[in-house]
């Protein structure tokens, strides 16, 4: 049999614990942390990454929102050798004036509601093609008082759909 000099591997000698001190166990291959705290620190990498991408692209003034609302940036600082982890966030905004307009945020609506009747509907109502909610009692167009034009629409889906075709052939005679 082979030697584990003449291969490179080494079987481990005992139990790893996770080197954040949580508790569980590590393993080499996760930096000698346990799955939980791997996961959380790649994740923090990734955001850190995003969020140094998206200052670059806001200095440089390739922004790709429309200025209206405030650009709020995380950076982490990731020590991998260390026990603690280090976060700082960083907060920017584009403009004040875009922040003095609560008015354009759009207040948290109601529980749907019958057109005619105002009985909740939640997610039980019905669209009509007027563009408005209607319950089950009010649901057809005669009993909410349509004012879609039902006879010009199928009209003129039948129309594009039979286009009119001429016969040379009749046209000749």
Known sequence: MESHDET??????GPILCINNCGFFGS??????????HKDIILKQQQAQLAASSIESIV????????????VSVAVAVDV???PVEVKII???LS???SSKPSEMKAKEGPSRCTSCRK????????CRCGNLFCAVHRYSDKHECPFDY?????DAIAKANPVVKAEKLDKI
Do not use: Y
């Open 151 to 155: 006879r010009n629409a199928a009209r």
């Open 96 to 98: 004040s004036a875009a």
């Open 8 to 13: 490179g591997c080494k079987a481990p000698e």
């Open 60 to 71: 440089n003034g390739n922004s790709s929102g429309n200025g209206k609302e405030p650009v």
């Open 81 to 83: 050798q260390a026990a």
């Open 28 to 37: 080499a291959a996760t930096m000698n942390m346990c799955s939980k705290c």
């Open 120 to 127: 909740r509907v939640g997610l039980t109502g019905f669209s």
């Open 91 to 93: 907060s920017t905004e």
